[in-house]
């Protein structure tokens, strides 16, 4: 009863002096031009925004502890009970700020061309006088951090380096999780090392001797990225990607760019190394929208006798082709924000087992004993809980009691089957896309060759989530699963897809595939297990890359022989397997109007090489 008193006892301010984290922030010494440029940007940050106090972060363990202390104190997090879960947090947003906003999130680049249709584009001069209004002085009685971070190993050949400066504590201490933050970071400045500006404010000014609240915001928000000179500003969310700006800010729309001039790609995609039951090792991408399984397959635990996973990344891989004419991708991040429903012990107990402590989690609910909950951690919900919004909760509330967008943040270290060498770059073997499609799109299908992967890439669409605002449910084109991060006109990045393959060599290219674990059956259930049995589309594919097993040709794409499936231990009737790979014609010619629409949005954008490919399509569905 004492545990939960002091659980409870911390979810309301609390007005106290912050002391533990006074002992830190001061500037480190590094003196040289890089250093003069850095502290000149701070300061000049610092005159628009007015913070009470400015911290510099150096990445200190100590400092970390000293700023969960502070927060713990103010209110702004819970402490979970050490016993279930040492090092642990909870968090609580506005029910207003739950989920990345793409209505508010801008491509400010000099012509509007280059942001493309599905961007929403803004004139840079006059975002910027927006910026200067609502950024003024909306960091007043707050502390600005600032959070040198590092997208890869600090230091390593394809890493980039960043600055955050934020007027929120939850926000640096998950940069600190999700990235390489600190001194370290600051030293590469100091010596010249070229580094990308990020600005982020919650844009709630405190007045004299106002009291904070727990999760403080703004109804108005700006989520802006301007290629051009390569920075973010960031207003009024305190949420996930609107906030964590290394994340998709940087590490997606600002990167894509950066990898578009300079011939590589930053891809919303999952990394793994397969190892096949005679200890050969394979590595797998797979670009699937939010919410779509990108976590849960970076965790797969086969199901399959003498299969192998290794995690490598869960949601952004950066990738470069070498000299030996591979393409070798590195996960720039350093943790997981990932999607808490839906995650537990029979879907990804890694996952689960990841989260023993040191994790923060947001939107979760709380358990009475000061651990946390949510649907699908267990088959059967607890008696009594408090919901993500603090209120009582009972199974029969008839609401979630965790946010369908909920979220843990924990480091990579901590997932048992990460990869000894995940912070290295590896070569791909193969990529795949994926979403959610009810209907029409198999279980699995192979690209004939890398144009014909592109074309499947640009024409992926999924029903949407709750991981951004929007209606839940809704099909939605989302190309590459890159819709909402692709930092420029999406018809060039599919030109720059092309690009990449046409300068490589086509036998060390990565094989591609299109997935998709969500089709159902007409009464409304999954046709497909999914999880860890999605081992077995894998060794398939694995065997494709082979060449061990011949394939079906069909109108979209090579399917699989149903016997060259290892079902090996899986119940499920052979009409269920049949559905799943069932191609019609007719839905598959109105899936080419509807992309022959998408494409035409483009204005006459789109790579020829593609347009070919649907008329391809539509030739070969008439045919069929
Ligand atoms: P972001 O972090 O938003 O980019 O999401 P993500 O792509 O990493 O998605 P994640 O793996 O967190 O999965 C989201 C939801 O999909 C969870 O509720 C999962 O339980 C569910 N899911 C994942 N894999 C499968 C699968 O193979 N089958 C089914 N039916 N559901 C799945
Ligand atoms: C996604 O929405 O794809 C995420 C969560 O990974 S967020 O970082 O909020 O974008
Ligand atoms: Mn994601």
Known sequence: MALAETFTRNTGPISRPLTALREFGSRPAYTGAGMDALVAWVDEIAALTQPARIHWIDGSRA????????????????KLNPEWRPGSYLARSAPSDV?????RTFIASAREEDAGPTNN???????????NGVFAGSMRGRTMYVVPFSMGAVGGPLSHIGVQVTDSAYAVASIGIMTRVGDAVTKLIADGAPWVKTVHSVGAPLAEGEQDVAWPCNDEKYIVHYPDTLEVWSYGSGYGGNAILAKKCFALRIASVIGRDEGWMAEHMLLIRVIDPRGKAYHVAAAFPSACGKTNLAMLRPTIPGWRVETLGDDIVWIRPGEDGRLWAINPEAGFFGVAPGTGESTNVTAVETLWGNTIFTNVALRPDGDVWWEGLTDEAPAELTDWEGNPWTPASGRP?????????VAASQCPQIAPDWEDAVPLDAILFGGRRATNVPLVVEATDWTHGVFLGST??????????????ELRRDPFAMLPFCGYNMADYFGHWLKIGQQSRFDRLPRIFQVNWFRRGSDGRFLWPGFGDNSRVIDWIIRRIDGEVPAVDSPIGRL????????????MPTEDLEELFSVDPASWQHEADLTEEFYATFDGKVPAALQSELAALRYRLQKA
């Open 63 to 78: 400092e970390n502890d000293a700023l969960l202390r502070d927060m713990v104190a103010e209110g702004k997090i819970i």
């Open 99 to 103: 989920a990345r906003t793409e209505a």
């Open 121 to 131: 584009w803004a004139d840079p001069a006059e975002m910027r006088e927006t910026l």
């Open 401 to 409: 009691a965790a946010h369908p967008n909920s979220r843990f943040t």
């Open 460 to 473: 992926i669409s999924s029903e949407r989530t709750a991981a951004a605002e929007g209606t839940v449910g």
């Open 560 to 571: 699989p022989r149903l016997q060259d499936l290892n079902l090996f231990g899986l119940t």
